[in-house]
């Protein structure tokens, strides 16, 4: 495990330090689950004693978490976890503690990406703070899971997005057995068929801690549930949604939780049980007689807020948050809470569950057309109008092959004049991005989503927008925006070159950069249809040309992928535009023509199931 001091001393293990910390980790090992989840912040705070540090790293980390999952073969499944969590404690300069980036190859230290020096969108870390770990469910009681305390490689995340101002990162566990690769899905085989409770499990909920004030579960553990149906075919519902959800005070809250299934089952929203939303110990607010309460007044004297919130079953969330708990003056007021979605057969019995658990957080803002001065300024209905997008379509399917790219632009904007609008994601897939990056403010504020989605990628994915007003300094009305994409096989069969030069009225786009180069169709027809004869860059980019064709029409690009790479990296070694005149027997000729070669093989079928010596039944 990893820790940082960003600003001052870096804190490595060697020595004595690793010995102690051996020591440490095996008395851990040894632990109880209980002990597990109750001692996650005084576990930091020892180590931080030990280690010689100055204040102890309070744990409140956890923000949100999502955990899914689809079928492989047989008995075998892949599950997909999505967590936020605290990017550091403190904020740039004066960072105590926070998450070390890592090379996934050697498991070394690496410098982190974002401009702050803490982890950014595509950087990979370990989740040494609260240690969460995977609990597949094969096994009750569950004394290690994946990623646990107890695995000297345990389970790493790769980010891809943040938020700088609330300090949080959004990101995906990783695979530790398909490392370096970076695999969003984590396999597991259940020893049968039938139903297997799942879950994501750890302690350090975020507590009353200056700036946030966590009221009805502070401090708690969390669990974030999903029920397996190994052998049946069967995937669980999706979703995402951001770690924090605006809402007003005093007024009433409405916004949708969204979901989506794979294979097409009728959902069913509700709110989950507090059995299904902590772990075993309770929270460290005593008037909260349960592990895990939802908003509202249930289990609490005097209530947290009178009125409990509520979800319908078509994933419809409201709470009147009138008379609600308030964190002091100049603090987050945050309230935890956590959805089930159920996917049902035809006679409406559940098949599986997966739950959001995610926060709220109260802010002072007008609400439009309900004669109450919400933000207490005297006014009414002033600059009352959330944002809304421009696009995409809220609630829209999109359907991409794997190899294809889907791209589109993302825009919101805010009809109150003066207010700025800041633009965010939740739930971006790992290798998406988004240009310019995210967060991103203005009024109106775009960005376009770009993604090539591989094989590994098939399914269902969804992904939440966001788009927040500003109230005077403060973050103020928001807006979701939640959108599904579905990755679809990689059915067609790539095409030869001679089938594109022929074709050319049938090509799926009409223009493609080879290197750093772009290229009209016009250009790219005269380069298929002139002999390369000893000129090693135009015989790579006639393959390259119909292997790029062929993946925008739907081929699988997955055994070229890294061929793909390694011909543009060629390409762009040279100034200008093709032809480069590299002969064929020099040393860089020869890399051009080793992988024109590879591109030959998949151009022909030869490298994709079912699609060699077929020609005719891959024509266009």
Not at 72 to 97: A, E, K, Y
Not at 285 to 303: K, N
Not at 578 to 603: F, H, I, P, W
């Amino acid at each position: 495990m990893r820790y940082k001091e960003v600003g001052s001393q870096s804190l490595d293990m060697k020595g004595a330090q690793k010995s102690r910390d051996r020591t440490i980790k095996g008395t851990l090992r040894r632990a109880s689950f209980a002990a597990r989840v109750f001692c996650g912040t005084a576990r930091i705070m020892a180590l931080w004693a030990v280690l010689g540090g100055g204040q102890p790293a309070y744990a409140t980390h956890f923000r949100y978490g999502h955990i899914s999952w689809s079928p492989v073969t047989g008995n075998t499944v892949q599950f997909t976890i999505q967590n936020v969590f605290r990017r550091s404690l403190g904020l740039p300069p004066d960072v105590l503690v926070a998450y070390e980036c890592i090379d996934p190859a050697t498991l070394a230290t690496i410098p982190c990406t974002a401009p702050d020096g803490l982890p950014g969108p595509g950087d990979v870390f370990q989740e040494h703070i609260g240690f969460t770990r995977l609990c597949t469910g094969s096994t009750e009681p569950c004394t290690t899971g994946i990623g646990d305390i107890g695995n000297e490689n345990g389970l790493l995340y790769v980010v891809t997005s943040i938020d700088p101002v609330n300090q949080w990162l959004f990101a995906f566990a990783l695979d530790p057995a398909s490392l370096p690769a970076i695999d969003t899905t984590i396999t597991h085989t259940y020893p049968s068929a039938g139903n297997f409770t799942a879950a994501i499990d750890s302690g350090d909920r975020i507590r009353k801690a200056s700036p946030n004030f966590h009221i009805n579960n502070a401090g708690g553990g969390y669990r974030v549930e999903t029920l397996v149906n190994a052998g049946t075919g069967n995937s669980s519902p999706v979703s995402a949604l951001p770690p924090i959800v605006l809402c007003p005070v005093n007024g009433v809250c409405s916004f949708t939780v969204p979901g989506a299934d794979p294979d097409g089952d009728p959902l069913r929203f509700r709110l989950s049980t507090a059995a299904e939303a902590s772990s075993i110990l309770p929270d460290e607010s005593p008037a909260c007689q349960s592990t895990f309460c939802q908003p509202g007044p249930l289990f609490s004297f005097p209530p947290f807020a009178p009125n409990a919130a509520s979800i319908s079953t078509t994933g419809v969330y409201t709470w009147d948050t009138t008379g609600a708990t308030l964190g002091p003056a100049g603090s987050n007021t945050l309230y935890s809470t956590q959805v089930t979605i159920e996917d049902l057969d035809a006679a409406g019995n559940v098949k599986s569950k997966v739950a959001v658990d995610f926060l709220i957080q109260l802010v002072s803002v007008e609400v439009c057309g309900d004669g109450i001065d919400n933000d207490g300024d005297g006014q009414i209905d002033e600059d009352c109008n959330p944002p809304v997008f421009n696009n995409p379509v809220c609630g829209s399917t999109t359907t991409v092959n794997a190899g294809g790219t889907l791209s589109f632009t993302v825009q919101a904007s805010d009809p109150d004049s003066g207010q700025t609008v800041t633009l965010n994601v939740a739930g971006l897939p790992a290798g998406a991005t988004m240009t310019p990056s995210l967060p991103r403010s203005g009024n109106p504020v775009t960005s376009v989503f770009s993604w090539t989605p591989t094989a590994a990628d098939v399914g269902t994915h969804v992904i939440t927008f966001t788009a927040t007003d500003n109230s005077g300094l403060q973050a103020g009305l928001q807006t979701l925006c939640s959108s599904t994409l579905v990755v679809a096989p990689a059915t067609k069969c790539p095409l030869t070159l001679d089938s594109w030069k022929t074709h050319h009225k049938d090509w799926p786009v009409t223009s493609l950069k080879l290197g750093t180069q772009s290229y009209t169709q016009k250009d790219l027809l005269t380069i298929l249809r002139t002999p390369g004869k000893c000129d090693a860059s135009w015989i790579l980019a006639q393959q390259l040309i119909a292997a790029k064709l062929s993946i925008a029409n739907g081929s699988d690009s997955t055994p070229v992928a890294d061929t793909i790479q390694d011909a543009d990296s060629l390409l762009a070694g040279f100034c200008g535009r093709l032809a480069y005149n590299v002969k064929t027997s020099s040393k860089t000729g020869k890399k051009m023509v080793k992988a024109a070669n590879v591109l030959d093989s998949y151009n022909n079928g030869r490298l994709t199931p079912n699609c060699g010596h077929k020609p005719k039944e891959c024509d266009p």
